[in-house]
């Protein structure tokens, strides 16, 4: 069965896990991949709300990703950063979310924007940025092809 439910990118140690905009998200702390400074958490859904990833960039100090895995092909987020409080939206698998979960996503949503507000959050984040790349990870990829596309590829163990 394939993952459903949150997966956050927050620059963070190993207290992330246990910050109150990471528990919001309103699930348990699952698996963990470390990014250098950089972690993934898996937080299962409880249904009981919606991530605030603006809260999350604010207690971090850091620009921040939200995605919930609606399946295994697509997922929908947010992102954003410390500074300016604006979210914006992201959406992985565009053709397959559109066909099947079109009532999910942002009514305004257009890839060319999200391409725009990922490379200026890497920007923010120091991060590598290749618009190009991140394109095909929000049009036919997911996270990990973001994470290369962002230069987020040496990985520590799972916790």
Same mark, same amino acid.
């Given at each position: 069965?394939?993952?459903?439910?949150?997966?956050?990118?927050?620059?963070?140690?190993?207290?992330?896990?246990?910050?109150?905009?990471?528990?919001? $998200?309103?699930?348990?702390?699952?698996?963990?991949?470390?990014?250098?400074?950089?972690?993934?958490?898996?937080?299962?859904?409880?249904?009981?709300?919606?991530?605030?990833?603006?809260?999350?960039?604010?207690?971090?100090?850091?620009?921040?990703?939200?995605?919930?895995?609606?399946?295994?092909?697509?997922?929908?987020?947010?992102?954003?950063?410390?500074?300016?409080?604006?979210? $914006?939206?992201?959406? $992985?698998?565009?053709?397959?979310?559109?066909?099947?979960?079109?009532?999910?996503?942002?009514?305004?949503?257009?890839?060319?924007?999200?391409?725009?507000?990922?490379?200026?959050?890497?920007?923010?984040?120091?991060?590598?940025?290749?618009?190009?790349?991140?394109?095909?990870?929000?049009?036919?990829?997911?996270?990990?092809?973001?994470?290369?596309?962002?230069?987020?590829?040496?990985?520590?163990?799972?916790?």
């Amino acid at each position: 069965m394939d993952y459903v439910g949150w997966v956050v990118l927050a620059r963070g140690d190993s207290e992330l896990r246990r910050a109150p905009a990471v528990s919001a $998200f309103g699930g348990a702390v699952g698996g963990e991949r470390v990014f250098g400074d950089w972690r993934e958490l898996r937080i299962s859904d409880t249904g009981t709300g919606d991530a605030d990833v603006c809260a999350l960039a604010r207690t971090t100090g850091a620009p921040a990703l939200a995605v919930y895995v609606v399946d295994g092909l697509c997922a929908i987020g947010e992102g954003a950063t410390p500074d300016d409080g604006d979210p $914006f939206d992201v959406v $992985f698998g565009e053709e397959r979310a559109t066909e099947q979960y079109a009532a999910a996503l942002p009514d305004d949503y257009r890839r060319a924007d999200a391409v725009a507000a990922v490379t200026a959050w890497a920007a923010q984040a120091d991060l590598a940025a290749a618009p190009d790349a991140i394109d095909r990870a929000l049009a036919h990829g997911g996270l990990d092809d973001l994470y290369r596309a962002l230069g987020l590829t040496t990985r520590a163990p799972a916790h």
